[in-house]
């Protein structure tokens, strides 16, 4: 698959990504590469990963635990630790090999650790292939509170082998799918409709429909990287769905909910109250919560919930000045973002989707 190109770097692909990854390495001579995992790409991607390296630098092996829990300030103090004990200075190179909270919280240490050194970004879930590794989004949670401290700052290249993916659980390829499903939402019709053929998670043509939705969140990224108009859109289904996924975050005896799985509910949500305030059309709405009900299991959110959850919305990164702001649908592939949506709205859109069993 030909690279994609970036107004910051390049998104290569399998062979030519390997290949890519070797011609930098000989050209920056890094003093140490770090090779940043956790248990799981340990196990099933570092080797496959190091037989594509061709160097006698010396490499170190650095792992935190997977899992959204772990993408904290104190797990980066733990990298920034051993990083510091191993002898990294500011030619190290750190190659993020893992999911989206391993190449959030890889890229953030990269770019914070002695003000900055050059990272590269592998990303081995769907998640991270179609969306955390790609647009320079870096951080890390704050408590339950997703994302609240973090930088943009672009990784040297990222490469995409779908390969990893091989090894995935069917319920993180679903996390990953919701974020492919938000980009057709937002940028694409035709891009949705390929969706509608798919039974489940039986995806034919999965690298040219990942490589479409790169190219999608590419376009976006790169017309707006600091996120002040476009970009929005990219939250489209998130201000709902980061809510619910804090909540249940902070609540593991209900129930717990992948990022993909939440901002599923997200959308729906957000399709909803699109039918309410941007003349979403009732067809593309219940188009839009069947596909994604007949991908994602139901799960109840009791009425008990939603006060805590709307709650949860003042610490959206889109506020400002007070204000909550929603992206919302005016049809399939066009979007408004900075909309305003009363409680009362939010709270029968949550009713709806308890009662869409
Ligand atoms: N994941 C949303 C963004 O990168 O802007």
Same mark, same amino acid.
């Given at each position: ?27 920056? %001579?890094? @003093? ?38 772990? +993408? ?12 510091? =004990? ?5 030619? @190290?190179?750190?190659?993020? !090999?893992? &999911? ?22 592998? /990303?081995?879930?769907? !998640? ?6 790609? &647009? ?5 949670? !704050?408590?339950?509170? +997703? ?21 995935? /659980?069917?319920? =993180? ?22 969706? +509608?053929?798919? @039974? ?60 993909? =799985? ?26 839009? +919560? ?11 959110? =009791? ?15 889109? %506020? ?8 919302? !649908? ?28």
């Amino acid at each position: 698959m030909t690279s994609i190109e970036t107004k910051t770097n390049k998104i290569h692909f399998s062979v030519s990504g390997y290949k890519s990854i070797n011609n930098y390495i000989t050209e920056s %001579n890094p @003093s140490i590469i770090f090779i940043l995992v956790d248990e799981n790409t340990h196990n099933y991607c570092l080797s496959p990963f190091m037989a594509t390296l061709e160097t006698d630098k010396q490499i170190e092996v650095v792992e935190i635990e997977s899992g959204e829990v772990n +993408k904290t300030i104190d797990t980066c103090v733990g990298v920034w630790n051993a990083l510091s =004990e191993l002898g990294a200075d500011r030619k @190290s190179l750190i190659i993020n !090999l893992g &999911g989206g909270v391993l190449t959030d919280l890889g890229g953030f240490v990269a770019s914070t650790f002695k003000r900055g050194i050059p990272f590269i970004n592998i /990303p081995t879930t769907l !998640l991270s292939m179609v969306d955390a590794s790609i &647009g320079g989004k870096t951080g890390v949670d !704050l408590g339950t509170l +997703k994302n609240q401290i973090g930088v943009i700052n672009t990784p040297q290249m990222v490469i995409i082998d779908t390969a990893y993916l091989s090894t995935l /659980p069917q319920n =993180e390829m679903r996390s990953g799918l919701a974020e492919m499903l938000k980009h057709g939402l937002i940028q694409d019709r035709d891009y949705w409709n390929k969706f +509608k053929e798919l @039974s489940r998670l039986d995806l034919n043509n999965l690298d040219a429909l990942i490589y479409d939705s790169i190219l999608i969140k590419k376009h976006v990224v790169d017309i707006d990287p600091n996120e002040n108009g476009l970009r929005k859109t990219l939250n489209y289904g998130h201000t709902l769905g980061h809510a619910i996924e804090s909540y249940f975050l902070s609540h593991p005896e209900k129930n717990s909910l992948l990022h993909g =799985e939440a901002i599923a509910i997200g959308m729906i949500l957000a399709s909803y109250i699109s039918t309410k305030l941007t003349n979403l059309s009732e067809a593309d709405f219940n188009e839009i +919560k069947d596909l994604i009900l007949d991908v994602y299991d139901h799960v109840v959110i =009791e009425p008990e919930d939603f006060e805590p959850i709307i709650d949860l919305l003042k610490y959206d990164k889109k %506020n400002a000045h007070g204000n909550i702001y929603f992206v919302l !649908l005016e049809d399939i592939g066009k979007t408004k973002i900075d909309c305003t949506v009363s409680n009362d709205l939010i709270i029968e859109a949550l009713n709806m989707y308890n009662l869409s069993l």
